[in-house]
């Protein structure tokens, strides 16, 4: 399980990170407001007496138990979120092995981070605060604009911006990947094909009784309603996967390396041409291809390219597996085109693979190659070519199967559609969520872009009166307002478009069809932030434009 969702995991993990990055500047950007708001009280409790270390007591207790809020909160928010990733995740599993319950050491990084944040940027402002003249602070109280806090809010609010950048394009890129990967070409027709998964027929059957068993279950499937075409096979499309090293007759033999295996498959007479794989040159699988019959194999082009030079042709050539002495058992009779099979690799190329007869076995003289024989005329799979829905063919194809044999038990029947949408729900379930902190991320920033400039609003009261009295109209006061916090924004933004490149260039490996410079998940970061920013700011700079100059210039 580590190999297989390590790397989603890992993903998942670093999105979470610069998720709780954003929340923590969002929180320490609106305490450094809060604190900036509370200086001229502050400064009235030093004048009239209070020791520095009551004002930051207080602060601190305040934030702390602010942070210990906010954390149980988001406890209660991470075991919901916790189900809807497994839910996500393994959306078939009738059973899964672990719980979403929150482990100690979780339960501690998370409340004492949430404690630090709290503890720091709620204590440090008081202690600022307690350091600061107290006739200066009373005197700069409602007009003072540049605070020294004003340069710390201000940064964090584009580390938000940047953060956001990034989420939300690496969560564009994984979604943009899934869309490729869904809508690859698998090298088979989808629509109309419907996959049966059944157990294995019992062990105990000799190799007679399987062949006579197989063309009798063919004539029964053939004879359903509605049914145009059917077939048998040791797995289905993205099902399974079986693999052998490839010994071709003539050519130097085959090593135990990545480069001379192949997968395969044992499919009946017309499995491929009822699942539309195109046949390219030669003949494809037929009944005539039948126990008596010499020994034959259709391979597809990526097993050509790779077991063939340039030019050489593949047709009637001879092949085996494994050892070197079984090189001469099957003959090339066909290349049909390349069809992704293996329930695996999706962002690689196709992998090399043969087909063989079902109605064949080699006479193999190895013990180990005897039992791979027999354990490959054990089908798992039967495609049907239909338009009726699973739910309707289901009890239809029980009934079918336990007329031919009552040891025949299917344990699923979907649609080729459903099966490839099956084999995406992990990059499914890592989009969703990339999508959903991408959202969060970008609310987070929103929400601190409006704390930040309702506050710049409120300390330059006075000077927006002062501007409307000297002429200034309300256009003019807005696009002052957001022309300060499209600044930030904008700075946020040049810091974020690299840092969202080199995310995914670090997740280029999950990508598919995708390039880590991707210029449409950019351009969409861009715009989401540039979107939310304005919604963020425009009304604070609305409230701004509204202010009467003869209450502002009484208030001063």
């Not at 708001?37 to 009551?54: D, E, M, S």
């Not at 509204?546 to 009484?554: C, K």
Request: net charge positive.
């Amino acid at each position: 399980m580590k190999e297989e969702y390590g790397r989603s995991l890992q993903i998942l993990l670093a999105v979470c990170g610069l998720v709780l990055l954003v929340a923590c500047a969002n929180v320490a950007n609106l305490l450094l407001a809060r604190a900036a708001v509370h200086r001229p009280q502050t400064a009235v409790r030093l004048a009239l007496g209070a020791a520095p270390r009551q004002i930051i007591t207080q602060a601190l207790t305040e934030s702390v138990l602010l942070a210990l809020g906010g954390s149980i909160a988001g406890l209660v928010v991470a075991l919901a979120a916790g189900r809807l990733l497994l839910a996500l995740a393994f959306r078939s599993a009738h059973f899964l092995p672990f719980s979403v319950t929150p482990s100690l050491p979780v339960l501690a990084f998370a409340i004492g981070l949430a404690l630090l944040t709290g503890a720091i940027f709620g204590a440090a402002p008081a202690w600022v605060a307690t350091h600061t003249d107290p006739a200066e602070a009373l005197r700069a109280a409602g007009r003072g604009t540049h605070d020294r806090s004003s340069f710390a809010r201000k940064g964090l609010l584009i580390v938000q911006a940047a953060l956001s950048v990034v989420l939300v394009a690496g969560a564009t890129m994984l979604a943009r990947s899934l869309n490729n990967l869904e809508h690859q070409k698998f090298g088979y027709q989808v629509p109309g094909r419907v996959l049966v998964a059944l157990h294995n027929p019992p062990a105990s059957y000799t190799q007679e009784r399987l062949s006579a068993l197989y063309r009798q279950l063919e004539d029964a499937l053939g004879r359903i309603p509605g049914v145009q075409g059917s077939g048998l096979a040791l797995y289905n499309p993205l099902t399974s996967n079986w693999g052998e090293i490839i010994m071709v007759s003539g050519h130097p033999p085959g090593q135990m390396t990545g480069d001379s295996d192949s997968s395969w498959d044992r499919v009946s007479a017309h499995y491929l041409d009822n699942l539309g794989v195109p046949v390219l040159r030669g003949r494809g699988l037929t009944e005539a291809d039948n126990e008596s019959a010499p020994l034959v194999a259709v391979v597809n082009e990526a097993f050509v390219k790779r077991f063939f030079k340039p030019g050489e042709d593949p047709i009637d050539q001879h092949f085996g597996l494994d050892l070197p002495e079984n090189a001469g058992h099957f003959r090339i009779v066909g290349v049909i085109g390349d069809a992704r099979f293996a329930g695996w690799g999706f962002r690689r190329p196709i992998f090399p693979m043969f087909y063989v007869p079902l109605a064949q076995t080699v006479p193999y003289t190895q013990s180990n190659m005897q039992r791979i024989e027999l354990s490959s005329h054990y089908i798992g799979g039967i495609l049907l070519v239909t338009s009726i829905p699973p739910g309707v063919l289901e009890p239809v194809v029980a009934r079918t199967l336990a007329g031919v044999d009552p040891n025949l038990t299917l344990t699923s029947v979907r649609t080729l559609g459903e099966q490839i949408s099956l084999a995406f729900n992990q990059e499914r379930a890592v989009a969703a969520l990339a999508g959903l902190f991408g959202s969060v991320a970008l609310i987070l920033a929103a929400v601190g872009l409006y704390g930040v400039t309702a506050y710049s609003v409120a300390q330059r009261t006075n000077e927006f009166g002062v501007r409307m009295a000297l002429g200034a109209d309300r256009a003019r006061v807005i696009r002052l307002v957001l022309h300060g916090a499209f600044q930030r924004v904008l700075i946020g933004l040049l810091l974020g478009l690299p840092l969202a490149i080199g995310a995914g260039r670090l997740i280029s490996a999950q990508l598919y069809g995708v390039g880590f410079w991707d210029p449409f998940a950019l351009a969409l970061a861009a715009a989401a932030l540039a979107v939310c920013s304005f919604f963020a700011a425009i009304i604070p700079a609305s409230r701004a434009a509204s202010v009467s100059p003869v209450d502002a210039l009484r208030a001063e």
